[in-house]
């Protein structure tokens, strides 16, 4: 089918699902994005790429910090599955062709946001190409800004057979917004930042294992796709909404913080829309810092008059009990000192018998809403430290049975509790399970059995008479609400029986931290009852334990247990928060609707609502047996036999005087009936009732009712009587406990009136007990009784109660009432406010005219209106409500104004300033009452006719203030607390003044008070600059008028206390924050005033700016209005930011962007100065010095109005600023660099670089600032051909530039770095302007100098600068730049052999060879470590050249730090080795210092010597002796011949003598080495075919170091034969391992007994040379044998940087038959002393058999295979006269060897001879007589006949010079002889080459970095001799010894060979023949308990045994994996050869 390419790329989302059937179609699901390039000619097919979300699989192989790509397919898909949503393109273009997607309207346009986010389904195949970067692809054609590529050719029909054009492929777009996001922007903010997380964070925070983070990540994620979804299905309601909108709004944040991200302001007030460049910037200021430096919204301060509520909910009630029960519950308060106070009425539910209740949840009868407290109840507010608690008590119905004895004693029968478990005592018939209450005892907790008992009745019934008392209504006091009549009996013998209701348990629980959150939550209360038994259980609060329950229950035992009869309480408890109950429940019907209210008891603030309530709670009665009960006209008596006290019970009724009862006023709880008589529940003797009730009654009652008590013990009749008046002594009856008097009840007792006789009547004896009775009496019997009054009608105060009633009471009492009422509760004042305020002004107007009445009233005003300062009651709405509604007393303004007046003239008197300060805070209130009574008063003059007295009364107003003003102009000390108040309350006076004053007349008034305050000082000043700012909030400031009056007056006001200044203090800081919240608050109506601000600004900013800025712990909250300022701490590490500089920095955007502009040309100051100040601000802030640059919103939206600031000062920089050319010495420099510089900074500025942000982050910059950088290239444009002056026509013809030079010049070195960084932005319009500059620099600086090579310096420096801080970005990549510079210079390429354009092609050629280095340096994609420091070397390489060495220098020594990391040490030394070649030996000439790294001015030789230290450190820890060595020498010859510094020089020395020791004594292994090839065009072709030597660790097998050559190549196959072609496609490694090539003519060979190590170390140090045996010849006759290598030689000497080098030279060589010879015995002796060695380790038979089998090859004189054989090569004399012959280099090699080869056999076969293993034995019994004739000659050699004893027992024989016989037999790695020491023996040193800190042995340079231990110095023979005896006479100490085998003398003496030299042929031989045994035995030959796994590196190829490496063990790292193999390094296992102990 044809394709047609769109004029347009289009972006489409799939709205239906395909499946694909062919090869090339692409699948779709629902959501997905689609970039479409082209379609079919019928339109019904597209074609184009579908982006996925990355997987998250891809992490494992991504950058650091980078996002996962986004996977992109190509393929093709119907058109039907999918929704154009926008065509992708310029605007202004025609998009006629573009005709399928213009009739795409009638396709819905809403939101299709499929709310699919997953992984693109793994079905899909990627067809064509996936793009490059993840659909970030290279293309030059446009840059994508705001969802538009910029230039998109026109795509014009291709001509048949055309070349087909690459396919366009679109970048990420910006604008990703969906149609829903106009209403709802989080829902779009939410889906983006969760694509970011997943692509940018997810990965890394698992890769990197952070669970924890990861976890409240994934549990964020989850609450914002609930939140989005949420926000999608739009269905909560508008509250509830908002409070979403803030929650997401700081989950963003939260987010954004944890996933390191900055952070982006969404305001939720906004619907949480992004804040951008158009917003206030206050407000986006003030939103980032909160969000930035907090962790959740600052709340704001909760006034503590703000009520709280708790609707608590009894879900179910579990227990066992057939009879009903009650629940009462009730709030209590617990203080610190522990006592309770009863804070809510009770609420009391029934339970019905049966026990549960959880059928009854939703029965309202089960809520309540306990209301009005207060914060202090809740323990929240400041100083709260009370416990709140909700107190649950469980009533339940008991019998009482009469007719039971009582014990004398008092007591009640057994402790048994109401839950005794003890089967009770059966009474009689079928009552079997009921007890008697009379000993307290209960029902079963079990018992089923009982008949079922009637419902409780509230109403009294009437029992029999007992006997002829009557009470009022002819019955006797009424029964218990409990009790029940008798019941008729069947057989008639039953016992009276009665119910009555005890406390049976109580629950607990604490509610404090209920209160304070929002949620829902559920709770189970525990209900404990007393226990009978002694329990010694812990009480646990897991339980539901609760301390208070002791206080509440009692237990006579003292213990508790958890109740059988209620078990326990499911509550659901929610608390509220406002201000009115009732409002609440009508707010909240879902959750109130139908619920009761308990009241508090008592108020919780101000009453607003009328209430009349008396509580009285009963407390106990003292009956005990010693209390005496009163009667009428009699003493005292004891209380009757019959009351036993076991159930006591009071009932309680309200009378009046005559004894009538007052019905219904009895409220046992807020949900009860009332009642007219209660009866409480039954108590024993001692215990407490504890119930409170609530009486109503009406006013009129009050005064004349009393209480009456009566107590009778059940189910006995009443036998005592208290009564308590309500009214006493003219006021309530006081709060507190009161104890009652009770009398006995008998005929004079019961009637409250004297009867018909005239006697009795109990209102006639006293009702309260006196203090003092007691003691003439004996204790009285009482009732406790508790009152509370919560009333606004009633006082419990005299002096309220006489000011109420001043006009009955004498006149003269009021002045002592008026003085007293200062002593009043303000609770009492409270309740009667109204009463009270009309009170004073009624006397008030009574008194007018009277100074002394006015004041008295004046002053009590000021103390009634002073509560409303008291935050306890929220008094002000009340006293506005008074004034406004109730006051009437139009005669009270002058009283008032006078009094006022009077205070106001002798301010400093001290009694008066008291008062003053008083009135000064309750101005406003008193102004009202003057507005009010001023508008009364006009009323009623107009109604009586006089008009005349307003301007009498403005008189007496204006008198007010000019008092205030003189008091505000005074200095004295004493004022300055009026002057506070004054200046902190004036503003509030201002609005009641409104019914008095115009407005006009009012802001005079505000502006003269405000002038008046011009000579504040200290805090005041403060305070008078939040007075402005309380000015601007006023509405009656609000006209355009009074504003600009405002405005026009705030300069003045604040100009004394903010600008420039050199003395900063904290409260100078205090002032310039105030004035830039007084700016804010006035910023949208400032005009003219901008000019006199801005100085002022920029002068605080740079003088804040100097000092100096600590981090901190505390944030104070941005732009304060009040003082002292709110701050909040800041959680983790302490923030640099200054508050002072972030708030002037926004007040200075504000301003630069107000619409009236910035108007510079009028301010007072210099202009050229200010300009220069303000571009210094704008930079500071571009820099991220006024706050951090993590505040992404705040930051672009200074880039913006930087930008737009930048554009105004340039119309003045043109204007004023550029002169003529004639007067070209007038121009500023200075002032337009500094345009420029940050012009250049602002547009260049990463922050703006949209391409290299991760999605969140470029939605958010673009829709903040916009495309800056297109306004800044313009305005550069502007700028820089501004000052060029213009150019002749050939210079045009030339250049193409109509402007160049000129004061363009002055900025050429300069301004270079800056242009050329902009050169390097993927912004088009940007890049292009940039490059436009940088030709004309280049043009005028050849003009100037004809050279380029400054420009060329500024380059090479800038864009090192800038590869060290930025991210790369593709045009960097593309080195776009460079082609753009060319085609401006391509008029020059015309002209042929022009020296300009050839000067210009050598340095952009220079530069991209620099920007190629630098970016591979640099980029992310580093495909090896390898090539990563190749690309480094080179860039080193490079800058060497270009003689940047500052640059150079910090290269290398990232290098070796780099190296250093990777645990290089030898390879860090290397590195450091550039540096130092930098340098000469000289100590006269100097360097500068440096600062990367750090290093100070010194001389070369200073500077040189400092890097060798570094270096020489770097080499012994990595172990390169050889390298280290060098340096040695070369400091020593240094030191010796050019400084003679000999203290240096013998440190050196003695550093030199340490290392030589190592290699004496170390165990040194020689590297691995390894030929890699790389094959395979997958490889770049820096690789493909190349051959390279890499260096491994000593220990790596061939396999480890593959496995690490698949880890930098995961796909390259690796192969051990190179038989690949070079054209095969892929990756293909090559791997074999080399060893150093040995030269065998090194004078190494010439020597015996030569140490292995040391052989190795000669041999293998700066290997260049590698080999490898490619064939080999050992059969037939010795001289025929040969053998062929091939050689490689390396581009350089190892060790290197790289650890590898490149081979560049391959030949072969063929090896004589000496030369095979000698490799070959060395070789055998290396390859039998590891299989000795292993053999000492581990007895294996496989092992012995092979080394038996080896030796008896070795000495078989006639075996081919025995090296023996090569003794044929020597020369031999031709006769036995003739003298020996002379032996050429070779001869003497293999002679050496041969005895080495010998040593070893004869150490093997004497630890044969020592071994118990029977194969060995049988070894040395064949093999040793072979041995000493197949090696005769080399035994006579090293073990010559010796002369006799006496005369040789002290001379160390030259023959004998042997430290150790088996020496050369050592093969090169294993260290295996024991006893092999070239000096006497090792002497210590303690002092090395300080420097290199080398101060002891051990330290640095020790291999094994122990202590030395019992070091004895063998010095020459005698120690040897006393060594050798012990050696040879206690080998097991020998073992473990510390010190043992090194110690031996370097010379034999004679002695210890005495049995070779008398017996040459022991047969057989002693176990332990000193001869063989003594110094050739190593240590692990003697002890073979000692093991060790490795094995020589050799035996790969021979001994088909695996590899470990060798045996040397000297190195740390050695020593380390015998920790691992779990040796103990106590023991010397072998580990060196000559076995110095150091471990």
């Keep these: 089918m044809p394709w047609q390419p769109l004029p347009r790329i289009a972006f489409a989302v799939a709205t239906y699902p395909f499946e694909t059937k062919n090869e090339n179609e692409l699948p779709l699901e629902i959501g997905d994005d689609l970039y479409i390039i082209e379609e079919t000619a019928d339109g019904q097919w597209l074609r184009g790429y579908l982006l996925a979300p990355p997987s998250l699989l891809a992490g494992l192989t991504s950058v650091k910090g980078q996002p996962l790509e986004a996977r992109v397919f190509s393929g093709i898909f119907p058109r039907s599955c999918v929704e154009i949503r926008e065509v992708l393109g310029d605007g202004d273009e025609n998009s006629d062709n573009s005709s399928n997607y213009q009739g795409d309207d009638d396709a819905p346009q809403v939101g299709s946001d499929s709310g699919k986010s997953g992984v693109a389904s793994s079905v899909r195949k990627s067809h064509g190409r996936d793009l490059e970067h993840g659909g970030r692809s290279h293309r030059p054609n446009g840059t994508m800004l705001g969802g538009v590529v910029t230039r998109i050719p026109d795509l014009k029909l291709r001509e048949p057979g055309a ?161 009903p029960t009650t629940l009462v519950l009730y709030l209590v308060s617990k203080s610190v000192g522990g006592t309770l106070t009863t804070l809510s009425e009770s609420y009391m539910i029934e339970v019905p018998s049966g026990g549960t209740m959880g059928y009854l949840t939703r029965n309202p009868q089960m809520r309540t809403l306990f209301t009005d407290l207060t914060s202090a109840d809740i323990g929240d507010g400041p100083s709260a430290d009370s416990e709140l608690y909700l107190i649950v008590k469980v009533r339940s119905p008991q019998q009482i049975v009469t007719g039971k004895p009582v014990s004398r004693s008092g007591s009640f029968g057994p402790p048994n509790t109401p839950f005794s478990k003890d089967k009770p005592p059966s009474s009689s018939g079928n009552k079997t399970s009921r007890r008697s209450l009379m000993w307290g005892t209960t029902r079963s907790a079990f018992s089923r059995g009982g008949t079922k008992l009637d419902a409780l009745s509230e109403q009294p019934e009437e029992r029999p008479r007992t006997d002829n008392l009557e009470s009022r209504d002819g019955g006797l006091p009424p029964s218990t609400a409990g009790s029940r009549a008798p019941r008729a009996s069947v057989d008639g013998l039953q016992p009276t029986q009665m119910l009555a209701e005890r406390m049976v348990g109580i629950g607990v629980l604490s509610l404090n931290s209920i209160m304070k959150q929002d949620e829902e939550t559920e709770h189970v209360v525990t209900v404990w009852s007393p226990s009978a038994k002694f329990t010694t259980e812990k009480y646990d609060r897991a339980e539901g334990w609760d301390g208070l329950v002791r206080d509440l229950l009692e237990s006579k035992s003292g213990h508790y247990e958890k109740s059988r009869r209620a078990e326990r309480l499911q509550i659901h408890l929610k608390s509220f928060n406002s201000p009115d109950a009732d409002a609440l429940i009508k707010a909240t019907p879902t959750l109130l609707a139908g619920i009761s209210k308990t009241n508090k008891m008592g108020f919780s603030g101000a009453p607003t609502k009328p209430r009349s309530d008396i509580y009285v709670t009963l407390t106990e009665a003292l009956l005990a047996r010693q209390n005496l009960i009163s009667r009428f006209g009699a003493s005292a008596t004891t209380i009757s036999s019959n009351v036993h006290g076991g159930n006591l019970m009071v009932s309680l009724e309200v009378r009046r005087q005559s004894g009538e009862r007052i019905e219904d006023c009895i409220y046992p709880s807020s949900n009860s009936e009332p009642l007219t008589t209660w009866r409480s529940f039954a108590v024993e003797r001692g215990e407490h009732w504890d119930q409170t009730l609530r009486l109503s009654l009406l006013p009129a009652d009050v005064s004349m009712a009393h209480v009456v008590f009566t107590v009778s013990d059940l189910p006995g009749t009443p036998f005592a009587i208290a009564y308590m008046p309500l009214w006493d002594q003219q006021a309530f009856l006081a709060d507190g406990l009161h104890s009652l008097l009770l009398y006995k009840l008998d005929e004079y007792t019961q009637t409250a009136q004297a009867g018909p006789a005239g006697k009795g009547g109990y209102l006639s004896l006293p009702w309260g007990a006196r203090s003092d009775s007691s003691e003439v009496t004996g204790p009285l019997a009482t009732l406790r009784v508790e009152t509370y009054l919560c009333s606004t009608r009633f006082s419990q105060d005299r002096i309220v109660l006489g000011l109420l009633k001043w006009k009955e009471g004498p006149r003269d009492e009021i002045p002592s009432l008026l003085k007293q009422l200062i002593f009043v509760p303000e609770i009492e004042v409270v309740k009667l406010l109204s009463d009270v305020l009309d009170a004073l002004f009624g006397i008030l107007v009574e008194y007018q005219g009277n100074d002394e009445y006015e004041d008295l009233v004046f002053t009590a005003l000021v103390r009634v209106l002073g509560i409303v300062h008291d935050r306890r009651f929220n008094l002000g709405p009340l006293v506005d409500h008074y004034a406004e509604n109730k006051f009437n007393y139009p005669f009270a303004t002058p009283c008032l104004v006078r009094s006022f007046t009077r205070l106001l003239t002798k301010p400093t008197e001290s009694e008066t300033a008291r008062k003053l300060r008083a009135t000064l805070k309750v101005v406003r209130h008193i102004l009202k009452f003057i507005t009010h009574a001023r508008g009364q008063q006009k009323a009623k003059e107009a109604g009586i006719g006089i008009t005349g007295s307003t301007a009498s009364f403005t008189r007496h107003l204006q008198s007010i203030f000019k008092a205030l003003d003189s008091m505000m102009r005074s200095t004295a000390p004493v004022l300055v607390g009026s002057q506070t108040l004054a200046v902190q309350h004036f503003h509030t006076w201002l609005p009641e003044l409104t019914g008095l004053l115009t407005t006009e007349e009012i802001l005079h008034i505000a502006i003269d008070f405000m002038d008046s305050c011009a000579l504040v000082k200290g805090k005041l000043v403060l305070y008078k600059l939040v007075l402005i700012i309380n000015y601007s909030k006023l509405e009656l400031f609000a006209g355009p008028e009074q504003r600009s009056a405002l405005s026009a007056n705030t300069v003045r006001w604040i100009a004394p206390h903010w600008g420039r200044t050199d003395e900063i203090t904290e409260q100078w800081k205090e002032q310039v924050r105030l004035c830039c919240s007084v700016l804010a608050s006035q910023v949208d109506y400032l005009n003219s005033e901008i000019p006199d601000y801005i100085p002022k600004i920029v002068g605080s900013y740079l003088s804040i700016q100097a000092t100096e800025l600590k981090p901190k712990n505390r944030f104070s909250l941005l732009f304060p209005t009040a003082y002292p300022f709110p701050s909040k701490q800041i959680a983790g590490e302490a923030v640099q930011f200054d508050e002072a500089l972030i708030e002037l920095s926004a007040i200075l955007s504000a301003l630069s962007n107000s619409p009236n502009g910035m108007q510079l040309e009028l301010a007072a100051d210099d202009l050229t100065s200010l300009l220069k100040n303000t571009l210094h601000v704008y930079m500071s802030i571009l820099q991220g010095e006024a706050f951090p640059a993590s505040w992404l919103s705040v930051y672009i939206y200074h880039h913006k109005s930087t930008m737009r600031t930048l554009q105004y000062l340039s119309s003045i920089l043109l204007e004023s600023f550029l002169p003529d050319p004639d007067e070209a010495e007038d121009f500023d420099t200075e002032l337009w660099r500094m345009f420029f510089c940050t012009l250049l900074k602002l547009v260049g500025s990463g922050h703006l670089a949209l391409e290299t ?323 395979g065009l997958g490889f770049p072709l820096n690789l493909r075919d190349k051959a390279f030597v890499y260096e491994g660790s000593p220990t790596e097998r061939t396999s480890a170091f593959t496995d690490r050559m698949q880890e930098q190549y995961p796909a390259a196959q690796i192969l051990t034969s190179s038989d690949v072609d070079s054209e095969v496609e892929g990756q293909f490694l090559v791997i074999s391992a080399l060893s150093p090539h040995r030269d065998l003519s090194h004078q190494v060979f010439q020597r015996a007994r030569v140490p292995q190590p040391i052989r190795d170390y000669l041999l293998s140090a700066h290997a260049q040379m590698f080999s490898v045996s490619s064939k080999r010849s050992t059969n037939g006759p010795v001289e025929t044998h040969y053998a062929e290598k091939t050689v490689y030689t390396t581009a350089e000497p190892f060790p290197t940087i790289l650890r590898r080098s490149e081979i560049i030279d391959v030949h072969t060589i063929r090896l004589s038959a000496k030369e095979t010879a000698i490799e070959r015995i060395v070789r055998k002796t290396q390859e039998m002393t590891a299989v000795e060695k292993r053999l000492a380790e581990d007895d294996d038979e496989e092992i012995a058999q092979l080394m038996v089998d080896a030796i008896s090859i070795s000495v078989n004189p006639v075996s081919e295979s025995s090296v023996a054989c090569y003794r044929q090569l020597l020369p031999v004399p031709q006769s036995e006269d003739d003298e020996e012959p002379e032996f050429d280099q070779q001869d003497n090699a293999i002679k050496m060897a041969l005895i080495d080869h010998a040593i070893m056999i004869k150490r093997c076969l004497t630890s044969f001879a020592r071994s118990s293993n029977p194969i060995l034995l049988k070894g040395y019994e064949d093999s040793y007589k072979h041995f000493l004739s197949t090696f005769a000659p080399e035994i006579a050699i090293f073990a010559p006949a010796q002369p006799s004893r006496d005369n040789a027992s002290n001379t160390p024989s030259p023959t004998w010079q042997r430290p150790s016989p088996t020496a050369e037999n050592l093969s090169p790695d294993a260290k295996a002889s024991a006893s092999i020491v070239n000096t006497t023996s090792v002497v210590e040193e303690a002092a090395a080459a300080q420097p290199i800190s080398m101060k002891q042995r051990g330290t640095r340079l020790s291999f094994l970095g122990g202590k030395k231990k019992d070091s004895q110095q063998s010095n020459g023979d005698t120690s040897s001799l006393k060594q050798t005896k012990n050696d040879s006479d206690s080998n097991s100490q020998v073992s473990k010894g510390k010190d043992n085998p090194n110690r031996r003398s370097i010379f034999r003496t004679q002695s210890s060979d005495t049995n070779i030299s008398s017996n040459p042929y022991p047969q057989p031989p002693q176990p332990y023949p000193n001869s063989i045994v003594d110094p050739t035995t190593p240590d692990w030959a003697i002890d073979r308990s000692r093991k060790s796994k490795e094995v020589v590196d050799i035996f790969e190829r021979d001994l088909d045994r695996p590899n470990d490496g060798g045996i040397g063990f000297n190195s740390v790292r050695k020593r380390l994996s015998l920790l691992k193999l779990g040796k103990k390094p106590s023991k010397p296992n072998g580990f060196f050869m000559g076995g110095v102990n150091e471990e």
Excluded at 215 to 238: A, E, G, M, P, Y
Excluded at 281 to 308: C, G, N, R, Y
Excluded at 1500 to 1528: P, T
């Design 1253 to 1575: 942000f991760s999605e969140q982050k470029r939605r958010a910059v673009w829709k903040i600032a916009g495309d800056v950088r297109e306004h800044g290239a313009e305005l550069l444009r502007r700028t820089w051909e501004a000052i060029g002056w213009e150019t002749s026509t050939d210079e045009r013809a030339r250049y193409g530039l109509a402007k160049m030079g000129g004061y363009q010049v002055q900025y050429v070195p300069t301004l270079v770095g800056p242009i050329v960084e902009l050169c390097l932005s993927v912004h088009e319009g940007l890049r292009r302007m940039a490059v436009e500059v940088l030709q004309t620099m280049i043009v005028s600086e050849w003009t100037l100098s004809e050279d380029l090579s400054v420009i060329q310096t500024e380059m090479i420096d800038c864009l090192d600068g800038f590869f060290k801080d930025k991210t790369m970005t593709e045009s960097i990549l593309q080195k776009l730049f460079i082609s753009e510079l060319f085609e401006r210079f391509e008029p020059l390429s015309l002209i042929h052999g022009d020296p300009l354009y050839s000067a210009l092609k050598s340095l952009i050629e220079t530069i991209a060879e620099f920007l190629d280095l630098l970016v591979a340096v640099h980029s992310g994609d580093i495909t090896s470590e390898a090539s990563h420091l190749i690309n480094r070397l080179q860039l080193m390489e490079f800058l060497r050249d270009m003689q940047k060495e500052e640059i150079f220098i910090r290269y290398v020594h990232q290098l070796a730090t780099l190296q250093f990391d990777a645990r290089n040490h030898t390879e860090a030394g290397l590195a450091l080795r550039l540096h130092a070649e930098l340098y000469d030996w000289d100590p006269t000439k100097l360097t500068p210092a440096l600062q990367d790294p750090d290093l100070p001015e010194q001389s070369h030789f200073e500077r040189k010597e400092r890097i060798y230290f570094d270096m020489i450190k770097h080499f012994e820890d990595g172990e390169a002796w050889s390298s280290a060595l060098a340096a040695y020498k070369e400091l020593q010859a240094q030191y010796e011949n050019n400084i003679f510094d000999f203290a240096k020089l013998a440190r050196t020395e003695r550093a030199i003598a340490t290392i030589y020791e190592k290699l004496a004594k170390g165990d040194k292994l020689v590297p691995k080495y390894f030929k890699v090839v790389y094959k």
């Design 163 to 323: 070349p087909k054009p690459a396919a366009p492929v679109p970048m990420l777009r910006l604008g990703d917004e969906t149609p829903t996001s106009t209403m709802e922007p989080l829902i779009d903010e939410i889906a983006s930042c969760l694509r970011e997380w997943h692509s940018t964070n997810f990965h890394e925070l698992l890769l990197t294992r952070q669970y924890d983070k990861l976890d409240k990540v994934s549990q964020l994620i989850q609450t914002l796709d609930l939140s989005r979804r949420q926000f999608l299905h739009n269905l909560l309601t508008t509250r509830e909404y908002n409070a979403l909108r803030e929650k997401t709004v700081w989950d963003l944040v939260r987010g954004n913080k944890l996933c390191g991200g900055e952070v982006i302001v969404r305001d939720p007030n906004e619907r949480g829309r992004v804040l951008t460049g158009d917003d206030s910037v206050v407000e986006i200021t003030k939103l980032q810092s909160v969000m930035s430096l907090l962790d959740e919204p600052p709340q704001p301060h909760v006034e503590l008059s703000a009520l709280h509520h708790l609707m608590v909910d009894i879900r179910s009630f579990a227990g066992s009990s057939n009879e």
